[in-house]
C-alpha cells in the first residue's frame, strides 16, 4: 500500500530533550515536507526537500532541523524542544515540484 | 508573500443540503496550484480537489466542485448533497515553486442528520 508513515504518532516529552520524528515514504516520491498544525493557524511549513542532501526552510524553521540521507526518509529533529513547539506534525510526499501532496496520519507532540 | 485566507471558521448545513466553503488568495504568482484538503476527525489530510492556475476549467470529482476566479483571487469549494461523512475541517492551500504550500486557517463543517 503506498502511504506515508510517521513515528511516533504521539510523544510527550520535557524542555530540552532531544527528540526525532521519523518520516518514511514508499512511493519513491521526490519531494518530502514537514508542516505543523496549530489551532487558527491552518498547517504551516517547516522544512521542504527537493531531493537527497536537498533541503530548504520553509516558513516556520526555527527550532527545527532536517536531514534527507535517503529518499525515503525524511527525519525532523527538535534538538531542544521548547513548550511553544507543542503541536500536531505532519509529513508530506509529493512525485514531482508541481505535484500533489500526500500526507502522513500525524504526530502529535506535548513539550512540558 | 503568498496569503491564504477563509472567511468562515464554521459552518453547519443540513444532510442532502449543498454548501460552498469560501476561500481568497493573494499573490503575484502567475503558475501555481490550488487545493481543498479535508481533515476529518482522525487528523488524517485527505485531498478533495486539485486545480490548476492555468485551466480555466473549474475542477470537479463527484459531489465536490469548485469556482475558480482567477481575476478576483478567489476558490470556493461547492459539496452538493452534503452527507454525514463530509463533516470535517476543509483547508484550501496555494502551492507555487517547488512544493512551497501555504495553507488557510480552516474551516470547520458539520453536516447535522
Known amino acids: 500500500e503506498a502511504q506515508v508513515t510517521q513515528n511516533p504518532r504521539y510523544l510527550i516529552t520535557v524542555t530540552g530533550k532531544k527528540l526525532t520524528v521519523t518520516c518514511s515514504q514508499n512511493?519513491?516520491?521526490?519531494?518530502m515536507s514537514w508542516y505543523r498544525q496549530d489551532p487558527g493557524l491552518g498547517l504551516r511549513q517547516i522544512y521542504y526537500s527537493m531531493n537527497v542532501e536537498v533541503t530548504d526552510k520553509g516558513d516556520v524553521p526555527e527550532g527545527y532541523k532536517v536531514s534527507r540521507k535517503e529518499k525515503r526518509n525524511f527525519p525532523l529533529i527538535l534538538e531542544s524542544p521548547s513548550p511553544n513547539q507543542t503541536s500536531l506534525y505532519f509529513c508530506?510526499?509529493?512525485?514531482?515540484?508541481?505535484?500533489?501532496?500526500?500526507f502522513g496520519p500525524g504526530t502529535r507532540l506535548l513539550v512540558l | 508573500a503568498q496569503t491564504v485566507t477563509q472567511s468562515q471558521p464554521e459552518m453547519s448545513v443540513q444532510e442532502a443540503e449543498t454548501v460552498t466553503l469560501s476561500c481568497t488568495y493573494d499573490?503575484?504568482?502567475?503558475?501555481?496550484?490550488l487545493f481543498w484538503y479535508k481533515q476529518p476527525p482522525s487528523r488524517q489530510m485527505i485531498l478533495v480537489i486539485r486545480?490548476?492556475?492555468?485551466?480555466?476549467q473549474n475542477a470537479t470529482e463527484n459531489r465536490f466542485s469548485v469556482n475558480f476566479q482567477k481575476a478576483a483571487k478567489s476558490f470556493s469549494l461547492k459539496i452538493s448533497d452534503s452527507q454525514l461523512g463530509d463533516t470535517a475541517m476543509y483547508f484550501c492551500a496555494f502551492m507555487w515553486g517547488a512544493q512551497k504550500l501555504v495553507f488557510g486557517q480552516g474551516t470547520r463543517l458539520t453536516i447535522n442528520p
Open positions: 499573490t503575484s504568482e502567475s503558475n501555481y496550484y
Open positions: 512511493m519513491n516520491h521526490e519531494y
Open positions: 486545480q490548476e492556475a492555468y485551466k480555466q
Open positions: 508530506a510526499s509529493s512525485l514531482s515540484g508541481t505535484g500533489t501532496q500526500y
